[in-house]
DNA sequence: CCCAGTGCCCAAAGCGCTTTCAATTATGTA
DNA sequence: TACATAATTGAAAGCGCTTTGGGCACTGGG
């Protein structure tokens, strides 16, 4: 069933069930009924082809999905979705998701924007100096960025979590606790995220006059395996951390383990704060010891982003280009004061 | 760029550039490599809505997401979704994600499927008496199901796993130790998998003269929470069970929280098998007591459905239309001896 | 030398929709 | 009663692509 066909049933021109269908107001009342009542019975549904076709629009926000054969799908990634779609259903908005391997994104994201099936894109796992923002410039396609770009210029539209504030605060509460060796958990050093949460740790210890060792840092995928690694490694250090900051509750579900395996107690004898995207399966409050957090919820940051993306699609008022969102500090059982020099 | 301005630009007629760019034979070579190297150049994509009316095929294909706002996001889905991408990236395919409420899934997939912009539907969450088989048949559209419907005809392509053998095995491995006393912690009952798994579990009972009671069984979301929540209801009871089925490794880490807080220890006091779907994120060997599993790897399936998606849309080669995958067994330590009467 | 066959290429129709421009009828106003 | 104005509706162009149905220039066998 097509616009024609409908049309012809209903003795009607194309031009006036289009009409009808799209809420233009020079249409009768009693026409619109009409038709309404002529596409509820025959289940007519228009082609988003055409319809993007004559319009231009669709209807559909475009992301890439990082895949590959070995490449380890990422919760992250599905909450994050989640939020996407929270909001994309309130307007009838669909997904167009181009799965490419990891090493390709840029063409990926350049093929999926002038594939012209989506009105305007998600960018996310953002690098430092991402070669994708002078793509996305270059594009006249509305995007948002979930993240920053380290290194590059800020005059491009993002949401992003306030990354350096949230681990620096979080240093600050372990060296007022009065430890003195710190570790770092992080994600791949390339990510911008990473960076700053670097950064903010290094500048909390520096104004103690501290700073973080290398063999302290461990810059990894962020699975739970990572995080047994690293942590297996932090404590065969001679003088081992007793203040561990973790990227992320996948992180930390790893080195808690390796913690537990080597018989100490968290909250202890190691204080850990992971920063929490409130992923539902990794709550900090349901580990055995609840892990004391920096909180700021990817599901929410999911339907921000969409707002802004599909508002600007439809014009619909103008949305701030840049938004930086505090996390919040969750004191739990993960941290205690230093323990006493051995 | 589009096609018109490509072929003024080359001096050819859009019928001859369209010929060179897919591959038609009757065209020169040396004209094909002119065109070639000018997309090349130019940066020159089809537009894929526009393909897609003249062709009326895309390279997508189609889901919906489950997706409210109160509606917790499912680990599963972003598995699959990983297997699904893993092999669409390889032929150029995308997907279309359309979001949808949960109550709403058989209307936004007819939506989604007379919008004409995807080529094949993939359907999941499947559920006894499924709806949406009705309407799959009759539309004309390739489709396969991720699991089946139980009660319903099985004249329609599906790949599943065994759901009712595996649990079937698993309750028989833990009537071998001696156990008695039994629960299942199952998913939401109008599911497919879990009545199979239910009857799974009812019919090894029933071989050795038991049955399962309807207090150890619990149906519910399968997230952690509702495994905590089971497990603690089951634990109440006056004559507690000592060996527990489990849906999910999602429900087993709520479970043995539950088990844990209780002060019994798992793999003694209570046998526990789940079923793992090898989520990266929860490994059962990475279980403070390593899991016994009924293992399926949901990936795996993502692929393989993917793979007769894809080939079934470009016509390549006939697939099975029906395919049920057995699960394996792994023992590990979650499981032990009935406990001695006490 | 003629004609069927082959190799290449093009004009134009059509996919299903939106939208411009124009036509027709109904409604007031002078 | 006559004419401007509003209220409805339609015809047709066009979005960017594929594909049908020719057309033209060569070849080579008869």
Redesign the interface.
């Known amino acids: 069933m097509n616009l024609k066909q409908l049309s012809e049933l209903l003795g009607l021109s194309q031009t006036t069930v289009s009409r009808a269908l799209n809420g233009y107001p020079e249409v009768n009342e009693a026409t619109r009924e009409r038709v309404l009542q002529a596409v509820k019975e025959t ?1 007519y ?6 319809q ?2 004559a319009t231009g629009k ?1 209807g ?1 926000i475009g992301l890439v ?1 990082p ?3 070995g ?5 992250h ?3 994050f ?2 939020g ?3 909001e ?2 309130r307007h009838d908005f ?8 990891p090493d390709d994104e840029v063409a990926a994201l ?3 924007a ?4 989506v009105d305007a894109l998600f960018v996310a796992y953002m690098r430092g100096h991402d070669p994708r923002l002078a793509m996305l410039k270059s594009l006249s396609m509305p995007y948002v960025v979930h993240g920053r770009s380290f290194g590059s210029e800020p005059d491009y539209p993002f949401l992003d979590i306030d990354n350096e504030g949230a681990f620096y605060d979080a240093t600050r509460l372990l060296l007022q606790l009065g430890h003195k060796r710190f570790a770092l958990m992080n994600g791949p050093m390339h990510l911008d995220f990473a960076i700053r949460r670097r950064n903010g740790v290094m500048s909390a210890l520096a104004e103690r006059g501290l700073a973080l060792d290398e063999d302290c840092a461990s810059h990894a995928l962020m ?2 395996e990572q995080g ?1 690694l690293a942590m297996e490694r932090f404590l065969q250090l001679p003088d081992r951390p007793t203040a561990i900051l973790c990227s992320s509750t ?1 992180l930390a ?2 080195a808690i ?1 390796a913690v ?1 395996q080597a018989g100490l107690r968290l909250g202890e004898d190691i204080s850990l704060i992971a920063h929490d995207d409130v992923l ?4 900090p409050e ?1 580990f ?1 010891v609840p892990l004391t957090t920096t909180r700021s919820s990817l ?1 929410a940051a999911g339907v921000r982003i969409a707002q802004r993306l599909i508002g600007t699609v439809k014009q619909a008022g103008p949305f701030p280009d840049q938004e930086l969102w505090k996390t919040e500090l969750i004191v739990r059982a993960s941290t205690g004061p230093a323990p006493q020099q051995r």
């Open positions: 289940g549904r228009p082609n988003k082809a055409a993007r076709l669709a559909s999905m895949t590959a054969p490449h380890q799908s990422d919760v990634f599905g909450e979705l989640a996407l779609g929270e994309a259903v669909h997904f167009v998701i181009m799965p490419a391997d350049r093929r999926l002038v594939s012209g099936n699975t739970d047994l996948v579900l790893g383990r537990n539902p399966l990794l709550k349901n055995s599901r």
